[in-house]
């Protein structure tokens, strides 16, 4: 703003020497023909826009003028707004000068506001007063309407408006107990119509596929879901709750399977995949990255792809949930390439003919 009114006065300047040698009938056509150009201008422009430069000029050139004066002259805004501007440009001006000598309460340290932040995201049931009490606890010394502000600025509600519980966050809080299952449906090249069932871990985005088959019966899933009881106890899972979808083939001599072992089973709402989010997720995945790029012959072959892309998804494939490590393979510790070594040896394998790579270090 400071480069723009220098720029302005030297503009002006330069105008005012140039009606240095007018004489005064000149200066009078020359204003009678800018008020009539203003006349039009403001016939067509409903409401014009100052900028704070704009104020700035009008506010000093015009503010000596008397107030009767002012309101005989042709502007684009009201005499009292031209005094307005000339009483803003004072109180800024003043509080310039005045503020090496404020006093008052310090600004809070911006690790304080930080910590304030983090507690209020962290603790949603806890209101300003009770992140107060923790700061107290934690040997800092806020006043509690400071932390009132602080929150308040960064647009944070109440407790009470905070503390309702989502779905994705219920799930999140969850995640170790919770198991999820549902079947999909699977094309061959013929038209036939195969069903998958598949389970996944919340907490470590393991899939299990367990089976395949064109007419699923209730023995079937029952089988099924014995097999993945015997899987999860070698694997010492500590899963507690099973997701399902209210599909007609669960039925209650599946839910009593896994009652006996100690599972509850938890049915989604009706047409609400959301409540199997991650399940449905993983589906889609599967989807995307295989079956919509393979033709699947017949059962078998799909059991065949199926396998691979479930060793490939639990011991390669990375997750953001999991900060990009591999449900069964943790992240490898993050090697020192030295400046003089410009190139990196990275082998390549393929899985089912190149339909998926998997990436390494050379030996």
């Keep these: ?65 008397p107030a009767d004066k002012l309101r005989h002259l042709l502007l684009l805004v009201r005499p009292d707004t031209i005094l307005r501007w000339h009483r803003n440009l004072l109180k800024r001006r003043h509080a310039a000068v005045s503020r090496p000598h404020r006093r008052g309460r310090p600004p809070t340290v911006r690790s304080i506001r930080a910590l304030v932040l983090r507690l209020a995201r962290e603790n949603p049931p806890w209101g300003y007063r009770r992140i107060h009490g923790e700061l107290a606890a934690l040997g800092i010394k806020v006043a509690a309407s400071t932390v009132w502000e602080i929150l308040k600025e960064h647009g944070i509600s109440p407790a009470p408006e905070r503390q309702s519980t989502t779905w994705a966050e219920f799930l999140r809080g969850q995640a170790e107990a919770l198991l999820a299952c549902d079947l999909f449906e699977v094309r061959t090249l013929t ?88 399940m449905e997720r993983w589906i889609q995945t599967c989807r995307r990255e295989l079956l919509d790029r393979t033709l699947i012959w017949n059962q078998h072959h799909l059991l065949h792809v199926l396998v691979e892309f479930e060793t490939f998804y639990n011991e390669h494939r990375p997750h953001r949930a999991l900060g990009q490590a591999a449900p069964l393979r943790p992240l490898p510790e993050v090697i020192d390439i030295p400046a003089r070594r410009r190139r990196l040896r990275i082998r390549r394998r393929d899985r089912l003919g190149g339909t998926l790579h998997e990436y390494g270090h050379a030996a």
Excluded: C
Aim: hydrophobic share 50%; no cysteine; net charge positive.
């Design 1 to 65: 703003m400071l480069l723009r009114l220098a720029y302005l006065a030297a503009t002006n300047i330069l105008a005012i020497l140039r009606l240095l040698p007018m004489s005064g009938r000149e200066k009078d056509i020359e204003i009678l023909a800018l008020r009539h150009q203003l006349l039009v201008l403001q016939r067509q422009v409903g409401k014009p826009t100052f900028t704070a430069t704009d104020r700035a000029v009008l506010a000093g050139l015009l503010h000596r003028l």
């Design 191 to 278: 038209g036939a119509r195969l069903y998958v069932f598949a389970v996944i871990e919340h907490t470590t985005r393991r899939i299990r596929i367990l089976g395949a088959t064109a007419h699923p019966t209730a023995d079937w899933l029952v089988q099924l879901g014995r097999n993945l009881l015997m899987d999860i106890e070698d694997a010492g899972s500590r899963a507690r709750f099973l997701i399902r979808d209210r599909d007609a083939k669960f039925t209650a001599s599946f839910d009593t399977l896994f009652a006996d072992a100690g599972l509850e089973v938890v049915k989604t709402g009706i047409r609400i995949p959301r409540m199997n989010s991650i």
